[in-house]
């Protein structure tokens, strides 16, 4: 079943290139998810990297049809982040998990079940908590709740049982955070959509950050969460580092 389904997703097209800026002689390699570039995009057309990206685009989500999401450079930025902290001691972590389009992706990619780490998922798996949201914040995450977000943990459960190693947990951050085991960390995905559980998972996380593991923020350069980006910078400037804007609308930050 997993072959078939990898199949027929290998057929999902790429981005429709289109004609590049004038003083570019190729045309886009990558054009969509806010991000059009002519440069080198060869991820792309790798197979392992077309297959983990299937099994997310793939995973249930309501955003738009798996066909048309076309979030490709920004999973293959957390599958990078995830490969290199292969290398570091310490467990992965992801605040926010929704269907799993990036864990799906990740846990292929760098083949979870043989490393010796556990995956942690951890999600209300019931939206973002509304009480959570500042006043600006409010309107967009009201409308996430109801467009996109559902109670998706039997799914995530059933997926990611075939991996002995993946922790699904339901609830909610920052609370959920001193029941789990987790002393360690070489690669941290946040993704909650609002500033409030992602500065306070910052505060938990930061100090098991093993030095060179990667933290990608998926919403830091949006313009539609920059109520995010402010209070991440600001937890980034007490302590000490700052965090890289991405032209995928992503953040990324070195534990150093
Ligand atoms: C954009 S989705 C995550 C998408 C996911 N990273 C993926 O790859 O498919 C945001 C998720 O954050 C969760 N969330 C928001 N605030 C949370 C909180 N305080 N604690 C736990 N989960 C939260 C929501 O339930 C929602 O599923």
Redesign the pocket.
């Known amino acids: 079943m997993l072959k078939n389904l990898l199949t027929s997703i290998l057929r999902c097209k790429a981005p429709a290139p289109q004609q590049a800026h004038a003083d570019y002689p190729g045309k886009f390699t990558f054009a969509a998810d806010g991000l059009q570039t002519v440069h080198n995009a060869g991820f792309l057309d790798d197979t392992r990297f077309r297959e983990s990206y299937a099994l997310?685009a793939n995973?249930g989500?309501r955003i738009c049809a798996p066909a048309d999401l076309h979030i490709e450079w920004r999973v293959y930025i957390c599958c990078w982040a995830a490969q290199h902290g292969l290398k570091l001691r310490g467990d992965f972590v992801?605040?926010?998990?929704?269907?799993?389009?990036?864990?799906r992706a990740v846990a292929h990619y760098v083949d979870f079940g043989r490393q010796q780490k556990r995956y942690w998922l951890?999600?209300?798996?019931?939206?973002?908590?509304l009480q959570?949201a500042s006043a600006a914040e409010l309107s967009l995450a009201r409308s996430?709740n109801d467009r996109?977000?559902y109670d998706c943990y039997p799914d995530v459960k059933a997926h990611f049982s075939r991996y002995g190693n993946v922790e699904v947990i339901k609830?909610?951050?920052?609370e959920?955070l001193d029941n789990l085991d987790i002393a360690a960390v070489a690669f941290l995905?946040i993704?909650?959509?609002?500033a409030?559980?992602e500065v306070q998972a910052m505060r938990h996380f930061w100090d098991k950050l093993t030095p060179g593991a990667a933290v990608v923020f998926?919403?830091y350069a949006s313009m539609a969460h920059q109520a995010q980006k402010a209070a991440l910078d600001a937890f980034a400037a007490s302590r000490g580092f700052a965090i890289l804007s991405l032209p995928t609308g992503q953040g990324l930050a070195l534990k150093n």
């Open positions: 997310g995973s989500h992801e605040c926010g998990v929704s269907t799993g389009i990036v864990s951890i999600d209300t798996f019931d939206g973002i908590p959570q996430k996109h977000y609830g909610r951050v920052p959920i995905h993704d909650m959509n609002i409030e559980p998926d919403d």
